[in-house]
């Protein structure tokens, strides 16, 4: 007999179908599945790319020597970029390659505003340049830009290879100047009218009105400075040519002669 011939059990041929349709059934869910979570993918993507999610506007706040615009442009970012694009860390790493920048910190919000929050560089003294020029210098010897106003308390930066570059740049050849400024007292460093590095790159610093503190090698800065404090407060100062604090357990004072 054909094997064509042989009837099935009813039973067995209705499981199969069963089966069969059990197949397709789990087989289309799992296609509307996918469908669905392929919808919402794009469908939030899609959100994201309108309006909804656009900077509608920049703030700057902490900005005075360097201006609203000059940060903006230096983040990179404008009304109608995608707010969630935004790389915080590194908006705020531009903007902290403006001269007067110290620190910038990068806050977004849902209502469109991005505020950029910076703190700026304080300055502890001056240098000139080749064109008579005098600039702003902060503690780590970044070059800030033009003295402008006041300059009371800064001392001048001088000697063998100080020279300004560019605003954001690091003066090269004051790192030992720099430590000596930060190292003294507020009562003393408002008495130093500038700190000058000679050849072989010791230290010296002229008072005012008169004297010159000679330091030597920019180490052991802050006993110098103590010593330097001590001498200036009980010492009589009439006549003063120069004290070395050199040694600070010994300064040796010289004076003019009567």
Same mark, same amino acid.
């Given at each position: 007999?054909?094997?064509?011939?042989?009837?099935?059990?009813?039973?067995?041929?209705?499981?199969?179908?069963?089966?069969?349709?059990?197949?397709?059934?789990?087989?289309?869910?799992?296609?509307?599945?996918?469908?669905?979570?392929?919808?919402?993918?794009?469908?939030?993507?899609?959100?994201?790319?309108?309006?909804?999610?656009?900077?509608?506007?920049?703030?700057?706040?902490?900005?005075?020597?360097?201006?609203?615009?000059?940060?903006?442009?230096?983040?990179?970012?404008?009304?109608?970029?995608?707010?969630?694009?935004?790389?915080?860390?590194?908006?705020?790493?531009?903007?902290?390659?403006?001269?007067?920048?110290?620190?910038?910190?990068?806050?977004?919000?849902?209502?469109?505003?991005?505020?950029?929050?910076?703190?700026?560089?304080?300055?502890?003294?001056?240098?000139?340049?080749?064109?008579?020029?005098?600039? &702003?210098?902060?503690?780590?010897?970044?070059? #800030? /830009? *033009?003295?402008?106003?006041?300059? $009371?308390?800064? !001392? %001048? @930066?001088?000697?063998?290879?100080?020279?300004?570059?560019?605003?954001?740049?690091?003066?090269?050849?004051?790192?030992?100047?720099?430590?000596?400024?930060?190292?003294?007292?507020?009562?003393?460093?408002?008495?130093?009218?500038?700190?000058?590095?000679?050849?072989?790159?010791?230290?010296?610093?002229? &008072?005012?009105?008169?004297?010159?503190?000679? #330091? /030597? *090698?920019?180490?052991?800065?802050? $006993?110098?400075? !103590? %010593? @330097?404090?001590?001498?200036?407060?009980?010492?009589?100062?009439?006549?003063?040519?120069?004290?070395?604090?050199?040694?600070?357990?010994?300064?040796?004072?010289?004076?003019?002669?009567?």
């Amino acid at each position: 007999m054909d094997d064509t011939d042989v009837e099935v059990d009813p039973r067995i041929a209705a499981r199969r179908l069963s089966v069969a349709q059990e197949r397709r059934r789990r087989r289309a869910r799992r296609l509307l599945v996918v469908a669905v979570v392929v919808g919402v993918v794009v469908g939030a993507w899609l959100i994201t790319r309108t309006g909804l999610f656009d900077i509608d506007r920049l703030r700057v706040d902490g900005a005075t020597h360097e201006s609203a615009d000059e940060v903006v442009t230096a983040s990179g970012l404008r009304p109608g970029d995608q707010l969630l694009d935004i790389d915080s860390g590194s908006v705020a790493a531009r903007v902290e390659q403006l001269p007067w920048v110290d620190t910038a910190k990068v806050a977004t919000s849902m209502n469109g505003v991005v505020a950029i929050t910076v703190t700026e560089r304080t300055p502890v003294a001056t240098i000139g340049d080749s064109m008579g020029g005098r600039h &702003l210098v902060d503690a780590t010897g970044r070059l #800030l /830009g *033009p003295v402008e106003g006041d300059t $009371a308390g800064l !001392a %001048s @930066l001088e000697g063998a290879g100080v020279t300004p570059g560019a605003p954001g740049e690091t003066i090269e050849g004051a790192e030992g100047a720099l430590q000596a400024i930060a190292a003294l007292g507020p009562g003393v460093r408002s008495r130093v009218i500038a700190v000058v590095v000679e050849n072989d790159g010791t230290l010296k610093l002229r &008072l005012n009105p008169q004297g010159v503190v000679i #330091l /030597g *090698p920019p180490t052991d800065l802050a $006993a110098k400075a !103590a %010593s @330097l404090t001590t001498f200036l407060g009980q010492v009589e100062q009439r006549g003063l040519v120069s004290v070395s604090v050199v040694d600070p357990a010994n300064p040796v004072a010289r004076r003019t002669p009567r």
